[in-house]
């Protein structure tokens, strides 16, 4: 009886590692991230890693800039992506982006920020409303895993 009980618990306990979990998506990398943004109709050129727009190390190893242009864009614009390894950290350096910014924006009213934890995108705008739409729909697919 002992043995009996013993093989159904193996049966039991091999058949639950058999079945397919669905594991948590995961967010994107930023080659994920340019090719969500180009399904949307924007394009990325002239990506350099580890440029945070500021002396900030903290943001610069997060950080890739590049010039983007798309839909009602039509004018190239450099923007910061910061691509935190998870949301606690994207809590604890999000308002880092914001000083940050001080320091390659021109015009603080044209300031544009699009957050989709644990990213975020920012440059100087103003952007069209198109082009900001998609960017943000796109970093909210790649914030999701794609």
Do not use: H
């Not at 500021?54 to 910061?80: E, K, N």
Request: hydrophobic share 40%; net charge negative; with cysteine.
């Amino acid at each position: 009886m002992v043995a009996v009980t013993v093989v159904a618990a193996a049966i039991v306990t091999g058949c639950s590692a058999l079945t397919p979990s669905t594991p948590k998506p995961t967010p994107t990398d930023f080659r994920g991230i340019v090719e969500e943004t180009a399904a949307s109709g924007v394009g990325v050129i002239d990506a350099v890693s580890g440029d945070a727009g500021c002396d900030d190390q903290r943001l610069a190893r997060t950080a890739i800039s590049f010039d983007a242009s798309g839909l009602d864009q039509p004018t190239p614009v450099r923007i910061y992506l910061y691509a935190f390894r998870n949301a606690a950290v994207y809590d604890e350096l999000r308002p880092a982006v914001d000083a940050c910014a001080r320091a390659y924006v021109t015009d603080p009213g044209t300031f544009v920020a699009v957050d989709a934890s644990p990213y975020v995108l920012a440059g100087q705008g103003p952007w069209g409303p198109g082009f900001r739409d998609a960017l943000r729909e796109a970093l909210t697919r790649a914030a999701r895993g794609g």
